[in-house]
Structures are given as C-alpha cells and as structure tokens.
C-alpha cells in the first residue's frame, strides 16, 4: 500500500505516563507510531527479494496492532524494520518510520541506541535463545538499565526485581539461570526485560507460539494487563488468530509483502472483505469453522524475488479479474475503519459500510 495516513492518529500521552522525557526531536503533537509506506528487500542469489513492499500503518498510545498472514508474508521483516535491526542482506529501500514524529530510518546506528529498549522492545518467540545460559536472569534485565538509562549496578538490579515481580516471577527465583525457569516463566522474564526501560511500543513476534496453551493464555492475560497497566502499546505477531481476536484492537493482514487489509479486529474477523482475509479466517478452526469446514487457500504464495505484476493475491483469488492481474490494486477506505486493497472495491473513501463480495459464477 501507497503514503497512507492512519485513521483517527491521535498525539501520544507517553510522556505524561514516563519518568523520562521523550526524545529531544519528538513532536507532541504527533501520533505514537506512523510507518509510511516502508520498503524492506533482502539480498538474494536470484536478486532483491521484496518481503516489504509498500507497507503503511500506524499505532495509537495503548493500542494493540495484531499482524497477520501466512509464513513468509514480511510480519517479522516488518517489525525487524522499525528498529532497523535487520539481518546484513536487508536494505530498507524506502519508506518512513515516524515514532512522535522522528523518522528513524535515516538514523545511524548509533542514534538508534537511544530508540531501541528504550522506545520500542521485541520479544521474540523462544526465550531461551534470547538470553545468556550463563547469566543469572536478574542480571540480563538489569542490563538494559545500566546501559541505556545510566542507572547503578544496585538500582538495576533491584528494578530487574521488581519488573520479574510484576510479570508473575516470584523474587527468589530472580537469581536463576535461565535453564532453571520453566518455558512460560522464561517468556515471562522475557517480557520483564522487554518492559525494563518503559518503553512506549513492546513488539511481540510469535511471543507464545511455543507455549502450551494453558501458559500461552497466561502469557497473554500478562501482556493485556501490562497494557492497561502501563499504558503500553503492543504489536503481536502471530499465526494465531484467535490471539488476534482476544488481544488486539486492530489487525492488518499482510500477502506477499503488502497489505490486503486493516481495521478494527470487529469489523474485518466478522464482515472480511478482501478475498484473502476471507481465505485466511475460512482456513482458521476456532473463529469462522469447526474442523469439518475447514477451507485450504489453493496455490502457494508468490516468489518476491518476482512477484506477479498487478495483485500478488491473483494467481489464488476466485474473484480475480483481468484488471487483477496488471494493476496493483489501489485502497479503498470504508466509514468502520477499515481499508482494502482489492479491485472489487470502489477506489478511494467509500460510505458503503460491509460489503462482502459474492463469489463469481462457476468459482472454486
Ligand atoms: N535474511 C533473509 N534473506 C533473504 N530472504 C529473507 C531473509 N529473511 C527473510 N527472508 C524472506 O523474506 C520474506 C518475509 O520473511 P518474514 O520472516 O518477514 O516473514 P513472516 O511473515 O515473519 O513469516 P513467518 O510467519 O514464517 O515468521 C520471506 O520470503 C522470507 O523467506
Ligand atoms: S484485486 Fe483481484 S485478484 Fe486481488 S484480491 Fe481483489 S479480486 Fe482478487
Ligand atoms: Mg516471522
């Protein structure tokens, strides 16, 4: 998708929540996050794979953003490229990423530091291979502090603590290693580094994905908690979409690097209007189908290193057109909120508040 604004971006309230200011350069007056139309390609033997091509969004204070679509669709490309901590092959060929109004992508490494922890944290799927087997857990969440807001070894260690207190990690257990902490408290001591230096946005990439489900659920209730809380702003990436449909307000589905569409978790899991959503939530047992009706999307998804011209979404859509298959399909923007990029919709803003295209005659 083109330069599109958010809908209804608000100016953040971080600063009236946070010890600290916000960076030097912030504008008050500008909404927490505006990414506009972002450009992530990876290097490659074959040429430029373009796993983000064009993506734009924004996020609200306290607001949680769900990031859906199949394996290999750019969530984590996306959310690796708002802090620009990329593997070596990527390149961000293009695109803003404004956090209060400051665009980091022209940001050296250097002017991330003060960005990265303090602003926006990841915590990724699989703790165990985020932290040092030899450091005690304490330690590793203590880190952070000392580096990044400058504070003594003693009043790291005693915020790691409490922060390990707050995400359900009993104090005595602040000096285990992290072999000696089970799964779910290991993502838990995640979190609690994730939240050590207050930041405004926690990412979350597949933070559950490899918990059972009973800990999955507390893992979740954790971080809903810590967002009314402390009024963070969240970013959950997950195949999960009854994750998507419990935690978040909005969802943006991405395909082959893009936005098919966005908007209130409501409006797009009850009334989906691009053909893909529809795929994706008919391929989905606990929201739309039990087992016995469940749908498979036909097909496979594009190479990026050349993605079909036109709608990448066209070689499995049973409503493609001839226009599908050569013009990238421009947004529509619905009065609920939610926008769409597909050919079956009228282009630009449009009162027309649900419509659900009917399948064509004679498709799959
Ligand atoms: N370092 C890399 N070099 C080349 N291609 C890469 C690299 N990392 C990712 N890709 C490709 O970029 C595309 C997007 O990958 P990404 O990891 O962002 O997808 P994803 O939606 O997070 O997938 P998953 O759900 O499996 O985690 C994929 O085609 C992937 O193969
Ligand atoms: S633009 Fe055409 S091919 Fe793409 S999803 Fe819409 S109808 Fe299908
Ligand atoms: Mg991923």
Redesign the pocket.
């Known amino acids: 998708m083109t330069d599109t604004p958010t809908t209804g971006a608000q100016p953040t309230r971080t600063a009236s929540r946070r010890q600290w200011p916000l960076p030097k350069l912030a504008d008050p007056n500008a909404p927490l996050l505006q990414v506009h139309d972002l450009q992530t390609h990876?290097r490659?033997d074959r040429g430029w794979?373009r796993?983000v091509d064009g993506v734009s969004f924004g996020l609200n204070d306290g607001e949680a953003l769900g990031l859906a679509?199949e394996?290999?669709?750019?969530?984590?490309?996306?959310a690796l490229s708002l802090v620009k901590l990329l593997?070596s092959?990527?390149r961000i060929k293009g695109g803003r990423v404004e956090l209060f109004g400051i665009d980091l992508i022209p940001k050296s490494e250097r002017a991330l530091q003060r960005y990265r922890w303090r602003e926006i944290s990841i915590v990724f799927q699989g703790a165990m291979n985020a932290f040092n087997p030899v450091i005690r857990v304490r330690d590793q969440i203590a880190e952070p502090l000392r580096d990044r807001l400058n504070q003594s070894e003693a009043a790291a260690r005693a915020r790691a603590v409490e922060l390990l207190d707050l995400v359900g990690i009993p104090r005595k257990r602040a000096d285990a290693y992290p072999h000696e902490l089970s799964g779910g408290m290991r993502q838990r001591a995640m979190i609690a580094m994730a939240l050590s230096c207050d930041p405004a946005i926690v990412i979350g990439d597949?933070p559950t994905t490899a918990l059972d489900v009973m800990v999955q659920a507390q893992i979740l209730q954790l971080l809903e908690k810590l967002r009314t809380d402390l009024g963070l702003s969240l970013i959950l990436?997950t195949?999960d979409l009854s994750v998507i449909a419990e935690t978040c307000d909005r969802v943006l589905v991405?395909y082959a690097g893009r936005i098919a569409e966005e908007g209130p978790v409501s409006r797009v899991f009850t009334a989906p209007r691009h053909p893909y959503t529809q795929k994706l939530l008919g391929a989905f047992p606990s929201i739309h189908a039990d087992r016995r009706t469940l749908e498979v999307i036909p097909g496979q998804p594009p190479d990026?290193v050349k993605p079909p011209p036109g709608c990448r979404f066209a070689p499995r859509c049973a409503f493609a057109m001839p226009i599908c298959t050569e013009v990238v399909p421009p947004e529509t923007h619905f009065a609920d909120g939610v926008r769409v990029a597909c050919h079956l919709y009228p282009i630009g803003d449009t009162d027309v508040p649900t419509p659900t295209p009917a399948p064509p005659m004679g498709a799959p």
């Open positions: 990876f490659t794979l796993a679509g394996s290999g669709c750019g969530k984590t490309t996306t593997p092959n990527a597949e990436i195949h991405m990026l």
